[in-house]
């Protein structure tokens, strides 16, 4: 049921941090996978998700291309990770533009992806949605402060359960995939300024891989979860258990 031979996957941001993770998880399951990015390359198309015209051309391409889009990962975003000397972004020190950007990219990014390859979706009779939400929506991150990107993750996880309630009946199932902490280059996840509460403070107590969430977005995207929408599935090793 996780086979996704035939399917055409669109993953936003697929340049970042885990873009290349989904779309590799996506292949070896089958699926033919294209990206939307700042930067165009080999099966990658260039647009910003804020943009909403970029966006329709960029879908338009792709279907040109490769067929009707039948699963969408909504994946592009931003945040602000603490810096080389640990500073830390408390709401007096955030910039209102800052606060907008991330909000603007994060929420309003994964609305203007969804309703430009949703409503395609919803028109051809069904697909998935996979968000990329964050446990940030669940907790407060400790030791840093981040409310633009709490926030903004937030809105994610709810906005998900809006779009699947509206969409089930054309077929078109929306979830959301809220990971914990990850080794990534722009995750210092062995910092001792931060091991102590991203790592030791979880019911495993340690971190997660990349490549290990990569079956999650497979099983969201495929028949594998076929009787769920509106879900948000938490992979965080234990973290939001205390």
Not at 1 to 18: E, F, N
Not at 91 to 101: K, N, S, T
Not at 159 to 187: C, D, F, Q
């Amino acid at each position: 049921m996780t086979d996704l031979s035939g399917q055409i996957a669109v993953v936003t941001g697929l340049s970042g941090r885990l873009g290349p993770v989904w779309a590799k998880a996506l292949r070896d399951a089958g699926a033919t996978v294209v990206g939307v990015d700042l930067n165009a390359g080999e099966n990658v198309y260039a647009a910003d998700v804020t943009d909403r015209a970029g966006m329709e051309a960029a879908r338009e391409q792709i279907t040109s291309d490769h067929g009707a889009p039948t699963i969408l990962v909504n994946n592009a975003g931003i945040d602000q990770p603490p810096d080389a000397t640990g500073k830390t972004f408390a709401i007096e020190d955030v910039p209102l533009d800052d606060f907008r950007r991330t909000l603007d990219v994060n929420l309003t990014g994964t609305f203007n992806a969804t309703q430009v390859f949703g409503s395609a979706m919803r028109d051809a009779g069904g697909g998935s949605i996979v968000n990329i939400g964050s446990i940030s929506a669940l907790i407060v991150n400790r030791p840093q402060w981040q409310p633009a990107y709490n926030a903004s993750k937030a809105a994610v996880h709810q906005l998900t359960k809006s779009l699947a309630a509206e969409w089930a009946p054309h077929g078109v199932r929306v979830n959301a995939l809220a990971p914990g902490y990850i080794k990534t280059e722009m995750a210092p996840v062995d910092d001792p300024k931060f091991k102590p509460r991203w790592i030791d403070d979880s019911a495993m107590q340690r971190y997660a891989l990349p490549e290990e969430l990569g079956p999650s977005i497979v099983y969201l995207a495929s028949d594998a979860s076929a009787f769920m929408t509106g879900s948000v599935l938490v992979i965080d090793g234990g973290y939001t258990l205390f």
